[in-house]
């Protein structure tokens, strides 16, 4: 099977920190965003897309592990990992390295659903996620 992954370079901005000058753990959540974003442009699974089938993808966990922190204008990495399970959800790994040393700065995972346009939660994959896992997994 197929390892789906990516990885994003950024730099930290000033309105990421706090008043120590160390990123606010809040931001972590914006650069998993940015990972999925990423993600999502490079394996045609955008949101926009998703929503054009007929179903939203809202997070429903979210977890953060700091291990360093980073700084205002610091380099750092992401890394995002498609983990592959049966059942109706979108799991993704990350990972954010500092440059150019590549120190584990955090790690953690997001989970999300299919919510049909009803807001309905869905059981069962939808058929569009189906034929996207054939493509890239198979």
């Known amino acids: 099977m197929n390892m789906l992954k990516t990885s994003k370079e950024f730099e930290i901005r000033f309105s990421e920190v706090d008043s120590m000058g160390i990123v606010w753990h809040g931001s972590y959540s914006l650069y998993f965003e940015d990972a999925r974003e990423k993600f999502g442009k490079e394996f045609n699974l955008e949101y926009l897309y998703m929503?054009?089938?007929?179903?939203?993808?809202?997070?429903?966990?979210?977890?953060?592990?700091?291990?360093?922190?980073?700084?205002?204008?610091?380099?750092?990495?992401?890394?995002?990992?498609?983990?592959?399970?049966?059942?109706?959800?979108?799991?993704f790994d990350y990972k954010i390295f500092s440059l150019p040393d590549n120190q584990i700065i955090a790690t953690g995972y997001s989970v999300q659903v299919f919510l049909d346009k009803d807001f309905n939660l869905m059981w069962n994959l939808p058929e569009f996620f189906e034929k996207w896992r054939k493509i890239y997994l198979d």
């Open 51 to 91: 929503f054009e089938q007929g179903f939203y993808a809202p997070l429903v966990e979210l977890h953060f592990e700091y291990k360093r922190p980073l700084k205002y204008k610091d380099r750092a990495k992401i890394e995002i990992a498609y983990r592959n399970v049966d059942a109706a959800k979108l799991i």
